[in-house]
């Protein structure tokens, strides 16, 4: 949505013109690629009901599965390992469960392509919350590459709710009001004038891939394709699989086959020069799971990913074995820390001290980095050993780091008590205690 200017006047016309096309075609893509991550069987139902003939799915039920959400979340794993942020101590006190936040933001971005994140203030717990926004609309200037404001529904939990019965909140650098279905203010006694009351808009956005023609960037439409396939193809599959070991009943030369009754308790008696068999389908299933499986393994390909089938023993590999097999994986995850959620950690920064500096008069500073981890995959407990063994022994760690990685939730007094706790009883003997006396032997005597 482009506007000339940003008077309230030319934000609200934008606003109108858009609520009445906002059932958009893009709209409905991300609501169904929503459907597809969490799995909601209706959804996917209805989806690929228009692919079968009313009468053939009266024989077996529509196989659906989620494997969206299995190869976005085995994908999204920039944060799936806490990164280190060097920042204000007291920015800690403030950010709640932020890595958690941003292991689901960072989901939906692959999934989506573009989404938002807002940054609230939680008056009860005197702590940010951070609100994922799956359907929001930006605001832009002319010739502008980044959104001067946005505008998102409060409740979007059904696309089927009647819009001129919602309400929509408009957030810019320097306004900040509600508006209902109708494109018209909603007076707020708290906030009379509209004024965003932080300087800067609460909401960092996140772009799966580099600035192109549009704006929205093209997500995981090629998973939620295959699994659309493969739903069909499974549905498909079953209808084979009741065929071919029941059968389709054949009859030939048989004019009035209606008064034919079948069962197993029912003599049947045939006409003169008249047949009665069982029809199978000649396809080969093992062929059909192949096929399907081929289709999963090459969107997985295309996204760096590897499958592991259930059918068949997978041969054990080593950590670094799995993570050289990986190594594509590896480089893509790093890339995207660097090129994707650096900026969006940055600016999401930025964000926070702004509310935190007006809702506790605390002013943060100013300096903040983040140091990303690389992807780690599973090691035996020999090479773990050996490595924490050579790590003391070159002084790069110490016994304090082990139980902290093994502790991770544990605190730095809960870790000293461990290691006093542990070192008392390691002592050999207590103070005071009389000393061995040696065995009497020949020699000793003489």
Same mark, same amino acid.
């Given at each position: 949505?482009?506007?000339?200017?940003?008077?309230?006047?030319?934000?609200?016309?934008?606003?109108?013109?858009?609520?009445?096309?906002?059932?958009?075609?893009?709209?409905?893509?991300?609501?169904?690629?929503?459907?597809?991550?969490?799995?909601?069987?209706?959804?996917?139902?209805?989806?690929?009901?228009?692919?079968?003939?009313?009468?053939?799915?009266?024989?077996?039920?529509?196989?659906?599965?989620?494997?969206?959400?299995?190869?976005?979340?085995?994908?999204?794993?920039?944060?799936?390992?806490?990164?280190?942020?060097?920042?204000?101590?007291?920015?800690?006190?403030?950010?709640?469960?932020?890595?958690?936040?941003?292991?689901?933001?960072?989901?939906?971005?692959?999934?989506?392509?573009?989404?938002?994140?807002?940054?609230?203030?939680?008056?009860?717990?005197?702590?940010?919350?951070?609100?994922?926004?799956?359907?929001?609309?930006?605001?832009?200037?002319?010739?502008?590459?980044?959104?001067?404001?946005?505008?998102?529904?409060?409740?979007?939990?059904?696309?089927?709710?009647?819009?001129?019965?919602?309400?929509?909140?408009?957030?810019?650098?320097?306004?900040?009001?509600?508006?209902?279905?109708?494109?018209?203010?909603?007076?707020?006694?708290?906030?009379?004038?509209?004024?965003?009351?932080?300087?800067?808009?609460?909401?960092?956005?996140?772009?799966?891939?580099?600035?192109?023609?549009?704006?929205? =960037?093209?997500?995981?439409? &090629?998973?939620?394709?295959?699994? !659309?396939? +493969?739903?069909?193809?499974? @549905?498909?599959?079953? $209808?084979?699989?009741?065929?071919?070991?029941?059968?389709?009943?054949?009859?030939?030369?048989?004019?009035?086959?209606?008064?034919?009754?079948?069962?197993?308790?029912?003599?049947?008696?045939?006409?003169?020069?008249?047949?009665?068999?069982?029809?199978?389908?000649?396809?080969?299933?093992?062929?059909?799971?192949?096929?399907?499986?081929?289709?999963?393994?090459?969107?997985?390909?295309?996204?760096?990913?590897?499958?592991?089938?259930?059918?068949?023993?997978?041969?054990?590999?080593?950590?670094?074995?799995?993570?050289?097999?990986?190594?594509?994986?590896?480089?893509?995850?790093?890339?995207?820390?660097?090129?994707?959620? =650096?900026?969006?950690?940055? &600016?999401?920064?930025?964000?926070? !001290?702004? +509310?935190?500096?007006?809702? @506790?008069?605390?002013? $943060?500073?100013?300096?903040?980095?983040?140091?990303?981890?690389?992807?780690?995959?599973?090691?035996?407990?020999?090479?773990?050993?050996?490595?924490?063994?050579?790590?003391?022994?070159?002084?790069?760690?110490?016994?304090?780091?082990?139980?902290?990685?093994?502790?991770?939730?544990?605190?730095?007094?809960?870790?000293?008590?461990?290691?006093?706790?542990?070192?008392?009883?390691?002592?050999?003997?207590?103070?005071?205690?009389?000393?061995?006396?040696?065995?009497?032997?020949?020699?000793?005597?003489?």
């Amino acid at each position: 949505m482009i506007i000339r200017d940003l008077t309230r006047g030319s934000i609200l016309g934008a606003i109108k013109n858009t609520l009445n096309e906002v059932e958009s075609k893009r709209t409905r893509e991300r609501y169904t690629m929503m459907n597809y991550y969490e799995g909601m069987s209706s959804e996917m139902e209805g989806d690929i009901r228009k692919y079968f003939d009313s009468d053939s799915l009266r024989q077996t039920p529509i196989m659906t599965e989620s494997l969206t959400s299995k190869l976005v979340n085995a994908r999204a794993i920039v944060f799936k390992q806490a990164p280190e942020r060097q920042v204000d101590e007291r920015y800690n006190d403030y950010i709640g469960d932020l890595d958690s936040a941003m292991l689901r933001f960072e989901r939906m971005c692959y999934l989506l392509g573009t989404t938002a994140m807002k940054s609230r203030w939680n008056e009860e717990e005197q702590q940010m919350d951070y609100v994922p926004l799956v359907e929001f609309y930006p605001v832009f200037e002319q010739y502008s590459e980044d959104p001067a404001g946005v505008f998102y529904p409060l409740y979007n939990y059904s696309t089927k709710l009647d819009r001129r019965d919602q309400m929509f909140a408009y957030w810019s650098d320097e306004e900040h009001f509600l508006v209902n279905g109708k494109g018209e203010i909603i007076k707020n006694d708290e906030n009379p004038d509209g004024i965003n009351p932080y300087g800067v808009m609460p909401i960092v956005f996140a772009h799966r891939q580099v600035l192109t023609s549009d704006w929205f =960037r093209e997500g995981a439409s &090629d998973i939620v394709s295959m699994n !659309r396939s +493969i739903n069909i193809m499974l @549905t498909e599959m079953s $209808l084979a699989m009741r065929l071919q070991m029941l059968g389709q009943p054949v009859l030939t030369s048989i004019d009035e086959a209606s008064k034919i009754k079948l069962g197993a308790d029912k003599p049947l008696v045939l006409p003169e020069n008249s047949d009665f068999r069982f029809e199978s389908p000649g396809g080969n299933l093992n062929q059909y799971i192949e096929a399907m499986r081929f289709f999963v393994d090459s969107v997985a390909y295309n996204n760096n990913l590897k499958t592991k089938w259930s059918v068949g023993k997978e041969s054990m590999m080593s950590g670094e074995a799995l993570k050289m097999s990986e190594i594509d994986l590896t480089e893509s995850v790093m890339l995207d820390a660097q090129m994707v959620w =650096r900026p969006v950690e940055d &600016d999401r920064f930025k964000i926070d !001290r702004a +509310i935190i500096e007006y809702e @506790t008069n605390v002013t $943060l500073d100013e300096e903040y980095s983040v140091d990303f981890t690389e992807p780690r995959f599973p090691e035996s407990a020999n090479d773990t050993r050996l490595q924490w063994e050579w790590e003391w022994k070159n002084g790069l760690s110490s016994k304090r780091d082990w139980y902290r990685a093994n502790n991770p939730d544990a605190t730095e007094d809960q870790i000293s008590d461990i290691i006093d706790t542990v070192e008392s009883e390691e002592t050999p003997a207590q103070e005071g205690s009389q000393p061995t006396q040696p065995a009497f032997t020949l020699r000793n005597s003489l």
